[in-house]
């Protein structure tokens, strides 16, 4: 098992930028594939992007390409997500989470963090 805390949310203006963190505990982060995922007000939960084992694979969804990017630390059982140009749309809550599977397989996240709040305003 592996558990997850999300940090580095906040209120930020349309055209700022945000860093989340995602700490890991256990001795085997490498061995999970890492996501980051979002829930906004009123809608279901979506993918974010995503970063395989050891780093060298990454996706986005389309609407985030080109703005964020994700990454990790296996040294430091730590994934990130850096966002750049916010807008408003991005607000939402945002989870990281472990797949034991593919990275782009959504279904097999099974480990959740408690989700940081990013609210971007107009």
Not at 32 to 41: H, I
Not at 49 to 57: F, V, Y
């Given at each position: 098992q592996v558990q997850l805390v999300e940090s580095g949310g906040g209120l930020v203006q349309a055209g700022g930028s945000l860093r989340l963190s995602c700490a890991a505990s256990g001795r085997t982060f490498s061995?999970?594939?890492?996501?980051?995922?979002?829930?906004?007000?009123g809608k279901e939960r979506?993918?974010?992007?995503?970063?395989?084992?050891?780093?060298?694979?990454?996706?986005?969804?389309?609407?985030?390409?080109?703005?964020?990017?994700?990454?990790?630390?296996?040294?430091?059982?730590?994934?990130?997500?850096?966002?750049?140009s916010l807008k408003p749309e991005d607000t939402a809550v945002y989870y990281c989470a472990a797949s034991a599977g593919h990275e782009r397989d959504v279904p097999t996240y099974k480990y959740w963090g408690q989700g940081t709040q990013v609210t971007v305003s107009s």
């Open positions: 061995s999970y594939a890492m996501g980051w995922f979002r829930q906004a007000p979506e993918f974010v992007a995503a970063i395989s084992r050891i780093g060298d694979n990454t996706h986005y969804t389309d609407s985030v390409k080109g703005r964020f990017t994700i990454s990790r630390d296996n040294a430091k059982n730590t994934v990130y997500l850096e966002m750049n």
